[in-house]
């Protein structure tokens, strides 16, 4: 069964402030390269170690391990939504793709809303998955407010910088799968302090 949002119907949503949850001490700072682009694109996603701990510390421990490198954005849809953290998805479109993790799941921990910028856990559906576990890996990215998942899935962060990547992603051909047919790929993931560099360096 693949982990995957439903696709939701565009919806005429007034954007909100993100949840009042403090963003922690640590930044996870993406670059991501495109296919057939040389400069590497930066994302930034300030991490909600108060309101998510468990998981935010399970991202941080992925990440020590270099987990994520060479993963593929995996999903995406225009305008709403991109997912990546399936290692499956490093070798392009397969029957397996949205299905891979790290091996386990963590618990759910939720609360907090869903508007541009969210950054948030993929889960097996209620259906098979009432205690609303989180994939131990994959996340996605709210390019809009969805508040159709608010209290369903664990928000674990927030978009800082680099939207326009993410809209960009999510602009790219997809085959039936959603799945992108450009290879746009993590390069790597670095968790460093909040302040330790300007945007850019």
């Not at 790290?102 to 259906?127: C, F, I, N, Q």
Request: hydrophobic share 40%; proline share 6%; with cysteine.
């Amino acid at each position: 069964m693949k982990i995957c949002l439903t696709v939701f119907a565009f919806l005429s949503l007034i954007a909100t402030d993100l949840s009042a949850a403090p963003i922690g001490p640590d930044v996870a700072v993406l670059e991501i390269k495109f296919d057939g682009q040389k400069e590497l694109q930066r994302v930034v996603i300030g991490l909600y170690d108060s309101a998510a701990p468990q998981t935010v510390a399970n991202f941080k421990a992925l990440n020590e391990k270099r987990f994520y490198r060479g993963m593929r954005f995996h999903r995406a849809f225009p305008g709403t939504l991109v997912q990546t953290g399936d290692p499956d998805s490093r070798h392009g479109e397969s029957d397996r793709s949205g299905t891979g993790g790290p091996g386990y799941t963590l618990p759910a921990e939720l609360g907090l809303k869903h508007v541009r910028g969210t950054v948030a856990m993929s889960r097996l559906p209620d259906t098979v998955n009432p205690a609303r576990a989180s994939n131990g890996s994959q996340f996605y990215v709210c390019l809009t407010a969805m508040p159709n998942l608010n209290g369903k899935y664990t928000v674990f962060g927030e978009v800082l910088e680099g939207m326009d990547v993410l809209d960009a992603i999510s602009n790219e051909q997809t085959d039936s799968n959603d799945f992108p047919l450009a290879k746009i790929e993590i390069k790597s993931i670095v968790i460093q302090p909040r302040f330790a560099a300007s945007p850019g360096e």
